[in-house]
Structures are given as structure tokens and as C-alpha cells.
Antibody, heavy 116, light 112 residues
Framework: QVQLQQSGAELAKPGSSVKISCKASGYTFTSYYISWIKQTTGQGLEYIGY????????NYNEKFKGKATLTVDKSSSTAFMQLSSLTPDDSAVYYC?????????WGQGVMVTVSS | DVVLTQTPSTLSATIGQSVSISCRSS???????????LYWYLQRPGQSPQLLIY???NLGSGVPNRFSGSGSGTDFTLKISGVEAEDLGVYYC?????????FGGGTKLELK
């Protein structure tokens, strides 16, 4: 069955970076894009961007350009998102989701907490 | 950015009651090819969102047919015909017609 398994919770200091992963299984990895979505209590759900898992091409929400960097390792069917120059506003749950004209499968989410 | 406004923000229902959620867009979601990229998702407590409806009115895989979606242009509706206990959670509409893709603020469905 299709699964997106995300890495564990992160506690990071302001100004640092974190890299979270999303390992796909149960389907042909390169047949679907992987998107990333941020969820906070205050801002709700925000689309960050997607990566073409075949070509590595990316599309970002302008708001997250310079904040998020999306990459992929086809050999391990894993997508990654690096968040840089972290501030408390980056504290959130981050989801990866499979995109094939809709988000049909989601990871379990990764809680990122930014605190000194 | 396209703003999706969901009403109501909270909905109290009894089991078996039929309810509707509205999602209004600040711009038409009909693209130049005649497609409307409007979706509905349900997030149950402690879980990730899950797909209910895609392209306005198409039921996601495994989604019960008590859920239905309708609408066009800027006005869309999700209807649940006979709420069941497993339907409780927060419902979100989402659009992928205009960049950046955006979500509505959510409608929390709770038991009365």
C-alpha cells in the first residue's frame, strides 16, 4: 500500500537549519510529484511547493523561496525539505503529500519547534 | 493570492443530520482550459488531512457517497448527507488553479 513515512520531530535553535525527509513506498516514486504543506494553529494550512520526483524540478510558493529547499533522492524514493535561517515563525507541523492532480496520500507530519 | 473563505467556521450536528459547508473564492477557479481545481479535505483529530473531493465534485477513492461536492466559478459547497461519528474533524477546501495554491481556513464539524 502507498505510504509516505516522514522523519521525526525536530527541535532547532533560531538561525539554524533542519532537513526533514519523506520516504515513499508502495508505488512508482517518479510517477508522482511530492508537495510540502505547513500547518500552524494561526495560519492554518499553507502550500510550500512541490518537486518533480523524476526531473528534480521544483515549484515554490513565493512566500517560501529562500526558506525551503526541496530535493529528492530517487535511489531511496525519498524527498527532502530543508528549512533554513529558522525563526519561531517556522515552528509548525510539516506534511509531505503525493500530488497526482490532487493530494491523495499524506505523510504523518513532522513537528518542527524553533526555540532557544 | 487567492483567498478561500469557508463558512461556517464551526458546525454542530447530530448523527444523521445533513450539513453543508461553503467555500467562496476571491477569484474564479475556472482555468482557461475549462478545469476547476477545487478540492475538499478532512482532517480528523490527531491525523493528517485526507482527500474527500477532487475537481469540485469527484469522490476520492474509498470516500463514502454521503459526501458530495458542487459549485462553479467562485462558490463551492461540500454536503454531508447524514453525518456519522467518523465525520467529525476539520474540513478544508483548497484551490490549485492559481499559484500559489491556497487552503480555506477550515470548518470544524462537532457533535451537538
Amino acid at each position: 500500500q502507498v505510504q509516505l513515512q516522514q522523519s521525526g520531530a525536530e527541535l532547532a535553535k533560531p538561525g539554524s537549519s533542519v532537513k526533514i525527509s519523506c520516504k515513499a513506498s508502495g508505488y512508482t516514486f517518479t510517477s508522482y510529484y511530492i508537495s510540502w504543506i505547513k500547518q500552524t494553529t494561526g495560519q492554518g494550512l499553507e502550500y510550500i511547493g512541490y518537486i518533480n520526483t523524476g526531473s528534480g524540478g521544483t515549484n515554490y510558493n513565493e512566500k517560501f523561496k529562500g526558506k525551503a529547499t526541496l530535493t529528492v533522492d530517487k535511489s531511496s524514493s525519498t524527498a527532502f525539505m530543508q528549512l533554513s535561517s529558522l525563526t519561531p515563525d517556522d515552528s509548525a507541523v510539516y506534511y509531505c503529500a503525493r500530488w497526482g492532480w490532487y493530494f491523495d496520500y499524506w505523510g504523518q507530519g513532522v513537528m518542527v519547534t524553533v526555540s532557544s | 493570492d487567492v483567498v478561500l473563505t469557508q463558512t461556517p467556521s464551526t458546525l454542530s450536528a447530530t448523527i444523521g443530520q445533513s450539513v453543508s459547508i461553503s467555500c467562496r473564492s476571491s477569484q474564479s477557479l475556472l482555468d482557461s482550459a475549462g478545469n476547476t481545481y477545487l478540492y475538499w479535505y478532512l482532517q480528523r483529530p490527531g491525523q493528517s488531512p485526507q482527500l474527500l473531493i477532487y475537481l469540485v465534485s469527484n469522490l476520492g477513492s474509498g470516500v463514502p457517497n454521503r459526501f458530495s461536492g458542487s459549485g462553479s466559478g467562485t462558490d463551492f459547497t461540500l454536503k454531508i448527507s447524514g453525518v456519522e461519528a467518523e465525520d467529525l474533524g476539520v474540513y478544508y477546501c483548497m484551490q490549485a488553479t492559481h499559484a500559489p495554491w491556497t487552503f480555506g481556513g477550515g470548518t470544524k464539524l462537532e457533535l451537538k
